[in-house]
């Protein structure tokens, strides 16, 4: 039933949102059915099936977790400060339950114009978190978004900078999370891919379409578009990353298609494109 | 008639494609009405009426030209580099006709996944440019943008890549352009801007909105949105450059207004914002 030779078998993982017309239960068995071994969930789909139970099917199908989507979004007023702590805390210790080691970051918007405060805070809020984390036995990643979204999901939105940040903190606790629709136009990414060797924690692809229709869910399926997936994903295994390699694509087109269609056109593309 | 101040009134330009629901004469006529001293008219928006009667229409306005957009797309097929340089040198000499000594340089997509080999061939493009360039008086200013136009426009995305160009070139004939629509995110920034000094040949604003509806025409005018134009600006100033500042709005919501409501709004809110 699957397309995928067992090198790829090993490595494809089926980033959530891409089939955001499907819930977990949907996603796990198409997955199944697919043959991908590995699975990225989203704390919004699985807040929708329960933590008890979404960590119960994760389980009963075998498939393997990547990592999970996502904590973050630290720079709030002051008063805001203690819930989203107490909520990224939640965030960490349900990766753990759903049997992955690593916590996708999104960093956040600032909350008004001086995104150097805002920057700040991340750095802080991280902090905060490192020692719950270690705890739960569970890595932070912090991924970087592309600028676009500076105004509203990141202000973190370059490997330099994430790789900054990390620096900060043992790569045993904070890495960073590569993903090519975000860094694939940065003039400094293959010498910042080489400075994040050893704190890769996941790799994320899809295309960059063009022409790009909207900002959050134009992406293109892995081929479509113009980013040199081989490449970069040459790049992150010269500097240390073996693990699962996800497939996250954003895409209203995507969304409006039956949800096996999707799942094959990936498994029958991801060894020929990335 | 204007609630501009005198301060301002000297530093205000109005780029062309702030109005795009106007021609080149309204355009102009708009800008006196308005008390608008500087223009900053665009390449095909001149062809409409042609090169020596817009050359005319602004002589006889008393408008300065701050710069002219634009040449540049240098990356295209080895049986197209002749004809895209030759249209090139044509834009310096329009600009000269036009008045300005500065030509805007878009630097255009890559025609293939190869991104670096792109950037490459901008550099030879520039470099093929200056002795023309310097002849007709005309100084070429990089303009980074956006990195979310790096597939369709420009791979030429960060102040720093800009600065390392233009660092091939004399400061007397090729510099770079500060647009913060397209810089406001970098966390390299201000000190971009810094190493810029003496380099600065333009600095446009306009506003990033949260949400940005779209990729192209999703500006915001200024003050609406989220960028430190002021602290932009200032440090532009600190960095030496005491020239006209553009108002560049690429903006559908704008372009669907009346145009003298549009530089109205333009002008009472400069001095305020920028």
Redesign the interface.
């Known amino acids: 039933m699957s397309d995928l030779d067992s090198a790829s078998k090993h490595r494809l993982s089926l980033n959530q949102m891409t089939l955001d017309q499907w819930g977990l239960e949907d996603v796990i068995d198409g997955c199944v059915r697919a043959g991908v071994e590995w699975i990225g969930p989203w704390r919004h789909k699985v807040q929708e099936v329960g933590l008890e139970e979404a960590a119960r099917m994760v389980a009963d199908s075998g498939l393997k977790v990547s990592s999970y989507c996502r904590g973050g979004f630290f720079p709030v007023f002051e008063h805001e400060i203690a819930a989203r702590r107490d909520d990224n805390r939640r965030a960490i210790d349900e990766a753990a339950a759903l049997g992955t080691d690593v916590l996708v970051l999104v960093c956040g918007?600032?909350v008004d114009?001086?995104?150097e405060s805002a920057?700040r805070m991340v750095v802080e809020g991280i902090a905060e978190l490192v020692p719950h984390a270690r705890d739960a036995g569970v890595r932070l990643g912090i991924e970087p978004l592309?600028?676009?979204f500076?105004?509203?999901r990141s202000v973190v939105?370059?490997l330099?900078?994430a790789n900054d940040m990390a620096s900060n903190f043992s790569s045993d606790d904070v890495g960073v999370i590569v993903d090519v629709y975000h860094v694939?136009?940065?003039?400094s990414l293959y010498d910042e891919i080489q400075r994040a060797t050893g704190r890769i924690l996941g790799f994320h692809v899809s295309d960059?379409?063009?022409?790009?229709e909207?900002?959050l869910a134009g992406r293109g399926l892995i081929g479509d578009?113009?980013?040199?997936l081989r490449r970069i994903r040459g790049a992150v295994e010269a500097a240390g990353y073996g693990g699962p390699i996800e497939v996250e694509i954003l895409s209203r087109d995507l969304w409006s298609r039956p949800g096996d269609e999707v799942l094959s056109a990936i498994v029958s593309r991801f060894p020929e494109h990335v």
Chains 1, 2 share one sequence.
């Not at 694939?184 to 003039?187: E, G, K, R, S, Y």
Request: charged share 25%; hydrophobic share 40%.
């Open positions: 918007p600032s114009k001086d995104i920057r592309h600028p676009m500076a105004g509203d939105v370059t330099g900078q694939w136009w940065d003039p960059w379409m063009v022409p790009t909207e900002l578009g113009v980013i040199e």
